[in-house]
């Protein structure tokens, strides 16, 4: 048997792989104010906080993703932070968009090979504000199936 949860769940935005094989993927939830979801992204707006965690690992069923932040800020929701497709000079330019808007100074920078996960979440500075944290694949484990 199920219960309700009102703050929802972590999703992946449909228009990406679920195998996380896009260039870029979005995973969305909500900032909330019981410390759950994704409520410790606001953290990102500072450095000492950054320095503390600049890593994190993302569990699927299938992989291990160890996932180092290279840049996080504040965003409306018309700007390129959620994009999902792009050639080859479209996403080099992407990638150094997001690193020039970043609240922290990352002592990384993802190239044009990798793959971005980026993690978005409401926050308040004003009307249609969204906080992202982008992330790169630094290093994948797949599982097997057993």
């Known amino acids: 048997m199920s219960s309700f949860n009102g703050a929802g769940c972590i999703f992946l935005d449909a228009y990406c792989a679920s195998d996380f ?3 870029h993927s979005i995973l ?3 900032h909330m104010n019981d410390g759950s979801m994704f409520y410790d992204l606001m953290g990102y707006k500072d450095q000492s906080f950054y320095e503390e965690h600049p890593v994190a690992l993302f569990v699927t069923p299938t992989a291990y993703y160890k996932i180092q932040f290279f840049s996080g800020y504040v965003a409306h929701i018309t700007e390129n932070a959620w994009k999902l497709r792009f ?3 479209e996403y080099t330019g992407w990638l150094n968009e997001i690193q020039s808007k970043s609240c922290f100074q990352a002592d990384c920078a993802p190239s ?4 971005v996960i980026t993690l978005s979440t409401c926050t308040y500075e004003f009307a249609s504000a969204r906080f ?3 992330g790169y694949v630094s290093e994948l484990i797949t599982l ?3």
């Open 112 to 115: 044009s090979e990798d793959i």
């Open 87 to 89: 050639n080859e000079d």
């Open 132 to 134: 992202v944290l982008h």
């Open 28 to 30: 969305y939830g909500h």
């Open 144 to 146: 097997e199936n057993k």
């Open 21 to 23: 094989s896009d260039r």
